[in-house]
């Protein structure tokens, strides 16, 4: 059973996510910003995930406070900034310091401090505990709508579904987003293999999707980022599927980096191409795809592999962690309140609302 985050007597423990899956190391922590470090480096990681660890970061930097209460504002002001600037692209995790900013707001002129940090806590657990039940909700939604569109070949035979970066219990806490819908699915006895793509330059495909597969026995092939298309023209691939760390509210999403290239080359061979998030990860007032910001990381992270000096040290490198795959590229957006086909700038504002 992976444990992928847990806060329990005022300490923070996670799984380290940058050994896996050669080395299953837990950590356990009660300074927050040994936790900010936690989500920039990526040992917690995944859209959602980054979310829960982001609120429950803030609480173990308000449980550090010794000042009085006159003193908590600037003290908060400086924690949420810190949080919020750990990794940019993953909305879920602004999507949590607001909640946690909107207790603040609303509680701390008629609260103890005590009680307010108390209000803080339960937030931040509810955070946890509505990702997980959104990944249930969504695998449900995410069934449903693959079952319809693949009909005709489930007739005769089961599905072959790609799909790429990690989107399962490590990265969210509950089953997952996208691998949560290939569980079930597999489940359900509607997949014949998942094809899961290594997700350079972290390998988040090849280290954490294929652990997490192996672990529920559900049979999977690797493959490197830029074999998609080439399995797709040989018929190896009825449908793709993922995650995303923002949507914008005309359904432009931003996820992996590599997601772009296997959806247009799914859209070229006319195959199916979903991605699958909760409503947290949907930021309505991005209007497109341009507007998200995108992370840049070390140059490192490519020049070198796990160590290992594979260019001189002054090649230059591009290190987008993410890109946006235009929603006309996708036949739907599965989230945890339904799924979403066609028109997006409608049916995602009705979501959020
Ligand atoms: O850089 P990462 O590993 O945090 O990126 C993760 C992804 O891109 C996932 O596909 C996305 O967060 C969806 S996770 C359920």
Redesign the pocket.
């Known amino acids: 059973m992976i444990d992928a985050i847990s806060f329990n007597d005022k300490t923070l423990r996670y799984l380290d996510q940058r050994y896996l899956p050669l080395r299953e190391e837990y950590v356990s922590t009660r300074d927050h910003q040994e936790a900010i470090e936690a989500i920039k480096t990526?040992a917690v990681?995944?859209?959602?995930?980054?979310g829960v660890a982001a609120a429950y970061t803030v609480i173990l930097g308000i449980n550090s406070f010794k000042g009085t209460k006159a003193e908590f504002p600037e003290f908060f002001g400086t924690l949420i900034t810190d949080v919020e600037a750990s990794?940019p692209t993953?909305v879920n995790l602004f999507f949590a310091t607001a909640r946690l900013k909107k207790v603040y707001d609303d509680h701390y002129e008629a609260d103890t401090i005590e009680t307010l940090f108390a209000k803080m806590l339960a937030a931040a657990r509810k955070i946890h505990d509505d990702e997980i039940a959104n990944c249930d909700a969504m695998s449900r939604h995410g069934v449903e709508l693959i079952k319809a569109d693949l009909a005709d070949i489930l007739k005769t035979r089961k599905l072959n579904v790609l799909t790429?970066?990690?989107?399962g219990t490590l990265?969210?806490g509950g089953s997952?987003?996208?691998?949560g819908v290939i569980k079930l699915a597999w489940q359900e006895g509607l997949i014949e293999r998942v094809i899961s793509a290594e997700s350079r330059p972290?390998l988040?495909g090849l280290r954490l999707t294929a652990w997490e597969l192996e672990q529920e026995k559900i049979p999977f092939i690797s493959i490197s980022d830029s074999s998609s298309a080439f399995l797709m023209q040989r018929g190896m691939i009825d449908f793709g599927i993922?995650?995303?760390?923002r949507i914008a509210a005309n359904g432009d999403t931003a996820?992996?980096i590599g997601?772009c290239a296997h959806a247009i080359s799914a859209w070229h061979h006319n195959i199916p191409f979903y991605i699958a998030?909760p409503v947290s990860?949907i930021d309505i007032t991005l209007s497109d795809g341009t507007q998200i910001p995108i992370?840049e990381r070390n140059a490192d992270e490519l020049r070198t592999i796990f160590g290992t000096q594979v260019a001189t040290p002054t090649t230059p490198v591009l290190n987008y962690?993410?890109d946006v795959t235009p929603g006309k590229y996708l036949r739907g957006i599965i989230t945890d309140k339904k799924a979403v086909v066609g028109n997006y700038v409608t049916e995602l504002k009705l979501l959020v609302e």
Do not use: M, S
């Open positions: 990526l990681r995944g859209a959602p995930l980054i990794r993953a790429h970066c990690n989107t990265a969210t997952g987003t996208a691998l972290l988040q993922v995650g995303a760390d996820n992996k997601t998030a990860t992370e962690a993410f």
